[in-house]
């Protein structure tokens, strides 16, 4: 089991921008694709963006498109999530999640990842 911890969220004015970073531990991060989600009080967890081990393919959701940037750096264990242009909405928990090497499920659902953190608070004020 890979433990994962985010941080870089918190209180940040409608257009500003955020990143966010999630550092893994435990086992090695070595072929594991990385997931961002995020929910609010009372709805599902929503996909946000994933970025693959072995060719780096990212996705996306339509939500944040064009406005972020998943990446990560191996060496590190670590995975980012630069945000830009934040709206109101924005406002959630952020959660990264790790699924496993050779898994081929889907990356977009919550289902598809075993490993989550703890979470990490963006808030975005208008």
């Known amino acids: 089991q890979v433990q994962l911890v985010e941080s870089g969220g918190g209180l940040v004015q409608a257009g500003g921008s955020l990143r966010l970073s999630c550092t893994a531990s435990g086992r090695t991060f070595s072929g594991y694709t990385m997931g961002w989600f995020r929910q609010t009080p009372g709805k599902e967890r929503e996909f946000v963006a994933a970025?693959?081990?072995?060719?780096?393919?990212?996705y996306y959701a339509n939500s944040l498109k064009g406005r972020s940037t998943v990446s990560r750096d191996n060496a590190k264990n670590t995975v980012y999530l630069q945000m830009n242009a934040l709206k109101p909405e924005d406002t959630a928990i952020y959660y990264c999640?790790?699924?496993?090497?050779?898994?081929?499920?889907?990356?977009?659902?919550?289902?598809?990842?075993?490993?989550w953190g703890q979470g990490t608070q963006v808030t975005v004020s208008s």
């Open positions: 970025i693959g081990w072995t060719n780096g393919n990212t």
């Open positions: 999640a790790g699924r496993a090497p050779g898994s081929t499920s889907n990356p977009t659902r919550a289902s598809s990842y075993a490993d």
